[in-house]
């Protein structure tokens, strides 16, 4: 079991991670100071969950009959990008429960193998009824994401899959 303190996080590497997904820094990524703005890390984190849902998943957004739902955020950094350059972030599936989801995005500059940062965020899945988000439900998520979900616990490596952003 990979550990969640900060020395931990800091030795992630690749193989750490089961669905990886390309991004090409863009020019309004950097912030003042030169490199890429920290809640830049909040949008790949959500774009990463998302692209796996969809690809994976079989997730359709506005849909289904339920929806799921960031209550959590997290990162820590133990170094810089910048643009111009791409980066590699990778996907796993720190904890699943019934309803929720705990991701862990390890961003990794193409080419080199240091993690840069370590982050996450917690998807609830909630009742959707005509586009409005309620509860969650007391069945569970839906059986199709929680098998998605299941293949990427560190405990099921199936082998990575990549995709671009």
Not at 12 to 24: A, G, Q, S
Not at 40 to 46: F, R, T
Not at 111 to 130: F, I, L, N, P
């Amino acid at each position: 079991m990979l550990g969640l303190d900060i020395a931990s996080k800091r030795r992630r590497t690749r193989d750490n991670y089961h669905y990886f997904l390309e991004y090409r820094l863009r020019w309004d990524d950097n912030d003042v100071f030169g490199h890429m703005n920290n809640p830049k890390y909040g949008v790949l984190c959500d774009s990463i969950a998302n692209q796996y849902l969809i690809d994976e998943c079989g997730y359709q957004m506005s849909k289904g009959s339920q929806a799921a739902i960031i209550v959590n955020t997290y990162f820590d950094y133990f170094g810089s990008v910048e643009y111009p350059g791409m980066l590699e972030l990778g996907l796993r599936v720190a904890k699943l429960g019934n309803t929720s989801v705990v991701y862990e995005v390890g961003v990794f500059r193409k080419g080199e193998e240091d993690v840069k940062a370590v982050g996450g965020s917690m998807h609830v899945w909630v009742e959707q009824v005509a586009g409005k988000l309620g509860r969650p439900s007391k069945s569970g998520m839906p059986a199709h994401v929680r098998q998605g979900y299941e293949a990427l616990t560190a405990d099921q490596r199936t082998g990575s899959k990549q995709s671009k952003l």
